[in-house]
């Protein structure tokens, strides 16, 4: 295939596929983020009912 013989295709081809695996790898990041419970240090304070405060 006379396309895929240049090296700028190559290059191009590389390039595609490390953005595809890199956003992968931050959509699955960002998701094991989002999906953690929050630490007991960083929840906003309550009061005695247990509701924020305002």
Known sequence: ???????GAWIAIGISVFFIVVGWAMQRVFVRILKSDTPAS????????????D
């Open 42 to 53: 960083d929840a906003p304070p309550t009061h005695a009912t247990g509701r924020p405060h």
């Open 1 to 7: 295939m006379k396309l895929l013989d240049t090296d």
